[in-house]
């Protein structure tokens, strides 16, 4: 029988060393493929139309309004069992892939109508395409699980590194050979199904053979249930990031899809990196602490209050320096797009406890609740992007955006607390993920705006000034500042630097 230990750690490394060695591992693989992503979505502004990434868009965005219960959410559920995953592998896949085949049908039937709605010939080409996408991610279910189980996050950061990066530079090449809008789409689905064949021959098979069950064990129709509420759950938290787009390419056209898709792409970018990564990694390791809540809750709490102070100050410097950036890098084409950052970019701030906070969801094989959290999330926004879309018809696209901004604002507060609930910890426990890094951030950053706006006119120097001294003001004053303010914070800072430094291969 398989036991913790197959898919655990060894004596000699604790959970928090492998949260730290796989967070850095992970975050860097994110990094890496952000920063070539960044490089090659530069490039591509430069070589493509804004419309050509709105067709692209619209096109994943259908898919994933099509996509009800995606792959990756049953590995989420065979995670939370790590003891059986292998006995549950056959019957997951066989369900996974007749699901992949219903969602695929249904997206292909609705694709005509899409196009003619949209009024837009090239979506019928861009979701043919696209079609192929939930393919690759059913092959990715098996050697993905048993990979984050094992707690193998250098080996799929490494494989995640080298694919995105030949998926980016095969995009630039396609787009400079008047590809369009393909040149988005294709190379991200080929190299992911690469991703998935070098995954499978890394994770290979487990040998042993579960004869006698656990008490916890789980039957078929336990598991769909689990996969059922998961992938719902799943559906209904990208449901926001679909129907943001969908509902500005009713309101507006494809251009104004193109620009939010590039502000929130570069607005996302910190939280992708950190928060989103850090989610992926602690969820396994949650589901190795069992049923121990209390210390389940303590190293969540924990795990955020060390994120917000990452991606809080560097939303905030997103959000100031967008217009300088825009100026000094970027074709004047896309000047729309920069308010979108600044307010997406602010939204972004309050973010970073999502993803860990559904991972423990998840771990704890809560999936009832994170699909209610979600679902509730989901109709107030889109509710609220319906009615200022249609009372300020002119502003549709920005206003949109805002809501969408807003959303995690009201949010990810009650996402931590969902997650903590019943653990012995305090509201104020709760709050103070939020307030210590907001103000250390506040009161780091805007100084450096205020004199920049203050001294100087608009224009190109300004713009140098102000991409140059408001980040070195703020890497000078905000350790200080967070350890004032934060003193616990800071520390585990601290400790997450020194961790760093001792086990940099690990």
């Given at each position: 029988?398989?036991g913790r230990?197959d898919?655990?750690?060894?004596?000699?490394?604790?959970?928090?060393?492998?949260a730290v060695?796989?967070?850095?591992?992970t975050?860097?693989q994110?990094?890496?493929?952000?920063?070539?992503?960044?490089g090659?979505?530069v490039?591509?502004?430069?070589l493509?139309?804004?419309?050509?990434?709105g067709?692209?868009?619209?096109?994943t965005?259908?898919?994933?309004?099509?996509?009800l219960?995606?792959a990756f959410?049953?590995?989420?559920?065979l995670?939370?069992r790590?003891?059986?995953?292998e006995?549950?592998?056959g019957?997951?896949?066989?369900?996974?892939?007749?699901?992949?085949?219903?969602?695929?049908?249904?997206?292909?039937?609705a694709?005509?109508w899409?196009?003619?709605?949209?009024?837009?010939?090239?979506l019928?080409?861009?979701?043919?395409?696209?079609?192929a996408?939930?393919?690759?991610?059913?092959?990715l279910?098996?050697?993905?699980t048993?990979?984050r189980?094992?707690?193998?996050?250098?080996?799929m950061?490494?494989v995640?590194?080298?694919?995105?990066?030949?998926a980016?530079?095969?995009?630039?090449?396609?787009?400079?050979?008047?590809?369009?809008?393909?040149?988005?789409i294709?190379?991200?689905?080929?190299f992911?199904a690469a991703r998935a064949?070098?995954l499978?021959?890394?994770?290979?098979r487990?040998?042993?053979v579960?004869t006698?069950?656990?008490?916890?064990s789980?039957?078929?129709?336990?598991?769909l249930?689990?996969y059922?509420?998961?992938g719902?759950?799943?559906?209904?938290?990208?449901?926001?990031?679909?129907?943001?787009?969908l509902?500005?390419?009713n309101?507006?056209?494809e251009?104004?899809?193109?620009?939010?898709?590039?502000?929130?792409?570069?607005?996302?970018?910190?939280n992708?990196?950190?928060a989103v990564?850090?989610?992926?990694?602690?969820q396994?390791i949650?589901?190795?602490?069992?049923?121990?809540?209390l210390?389940?809750?303590a190293?969540?709490?924990?795990?955020?209050?060390?994120?917000a102070?990452i991606?809080m100050?560097?939303?905030?410097l997103?959000?100031?320096?967008?217009?300088a950036?825009?100026?000094l890098f970027?074709?004047?084409?896309?000047?729309?797009?920069?308010?979108?950052?600044?307010v997406?970019?602010?939204?972004?701030?309050?973010?970073?406890p999502?993803?860990p906070?559904?991972?423990?969801?998840?771990a704890q094989?809560?999936?009832?609740?994170?699909f209610?959290?979600q679902?509730?999330?989901?109709v107030?926004?889109?509710?609220?992007m319906v009615?200022?879309?249609k009372?300020?018809p002119d502003?549709?696209?920005?206003?949109?955006?805002?809501?969408a901004?807003?959303?995690?604002?009201?949010?990810?507060?009650?996402?931590?607390?969902?997650?903590?609930?019943?653990?012995?910890?305090?509201r104020?426990?709760v709050?103070a993920v939020?307030?210590a890094p907001l103000?250390?951030?506040?009161?780091?950053?805007?100084?450096?705006?205020?004199?920049?706006?203050?001294?100087?006119?608009?224009g190109?120097?300004?713009a140098v000034?102000?991409?140059?001294?408001?980040?070195?003001?703020?890497?000078?004053?905000?350790p200080?500042?967070?350890?004032?303010l934060s003193?616990?914070?800071?520390a585990?800072?601290?400790v997450?630097v020194?961790r760093?430094?001792?086990?940099?291969?690990r």
């Amino acid at each position: 029988m398989l036991g913790r230990g197959d898919f655990a750690l060894n004596s000699n490394r604790s959970l928090g060393q492998v949260a730290v060695s796989g967070g850095l591992w992970t975050g860097l693989q994110v990094v890496v493929n952000k920063l070539v992503s960044l490089g090659g979505t530069v490039v591509m502004m430069y070589l493509l139309d804004p419309s050509d990434f709105g067709v692209a868009m619209l096109a994943t965005s259908v898919l994933a309004m099509a996509t009800l219960l995606p792959a990756f959410t049953l590995s989420d559920v065979l995670i939370s069992r790590p003891e059986e995953i292998e006995r549950l592998m056959g019957t997951a896949s066989r369900i996974c892939l007749l699901v992949t085949l219903a969602t695929v049908v249904l997206f292909l039937c609705a694709s005509p109508w899409i196009a003619s709605d949209f009024e837009e010939p090239r979506l019928l080409e861009a979701c043919v395409i696209v079609a192929a996408r939930p393919f690759v991610e059913w092959m990715l279910l098996g050697p993905q699980t048993r990979l984050r189980a094992r707690l193998a996050f250098k080996e799929m950061a490494s494989v995640d590194a080298l694919t995105q990066t030949l998926a980016t530079v095969c995009g630039i090449a396609m787009a400079w050979a008047g590809c369009g809008y393909v040149s988005i789409i294709l190379p991200q689905i080929v190299f992911a199904a690469a991703r998935a064949w070098l995954l499978s021959r890394i994770s290979g098979r487990t040998p042993a053979v579960i004869t006698v069950r656990s008490p916890n064990s789980v039957g078929t129709g336990r598991l769909l249930r689990d996969y059922v509420l998961s992938g719902l759950g799943q559906y209904v938290h990208g449901g926001l990031l679909m129907a943001t787009p969908l509902l500005i390419g009713n309101f507006e056209d494809e251009s104004s899809v193109g620009l939010y898709t590039n502000a929130f792409n570069l607005s996302a970018a910190i939280n992708v990196v950190v928060a989103v990564s850090m989610g992926m990694v602690l969820q396994p390791i949650f589901a190795q602490m069992g049923a121990d809540r209390l210390r389940q809750a303590a190293a969540f709490l924990r795990a955020c209050r060390v994120i917000a102070a990452i991606s809080m100050p560097v939303c905030m410097l997103q959000a100031v320096l967008a217009p300088a950036g825009f100026e000094l890098f970027l074709p004047a084409r896309w000047s729309g797009a920069i308010f979108m950052t600044q307010v997406l970019c602010l939204g972004q701030m309050f973010y970073f406890p999502v993803n860990p906070a559904m991972g423990l969801l998840k771990a704890q094989g809560r999936f009832g609740a994170f699909f209610c959290w979600q679902t509730i999330q989901l109709v107030i926004a889109v509710a609220l992007m319906v009615i200022v879309g249609k009372t300020v018809p002119d502003h549709a696209a920005i206003l949109i955006v805002a809501v969408a901004a807003i959303t995690p604002l009201l949010s990810s507060p009650v996402g931590v607390w969902l997650s903590v609930r019943g653990a012995s910890t305090t509201r104020f426990g709760v709050a103070a993920v939020f307030v210590a890094p907001l103000l250390a951030s506040s009161l780091c950053i805007l100084p450096g705006l205020i004199l920049s706006r203050s001294l100087m006119q608009p224009g190109t120097l300004r713009a140098v000034f102000e991409l140059v001294l408001i980040p070195l003001l703020a890497l000078v004053t905000y350790p200080p500042m967070l350890r004032i303010l934060s003193p616990s914070c800071h520390a585990d800072l601290l400790v997450l630097v020194a961790r760093f430094r001792s086990h940099p291969r690990r």
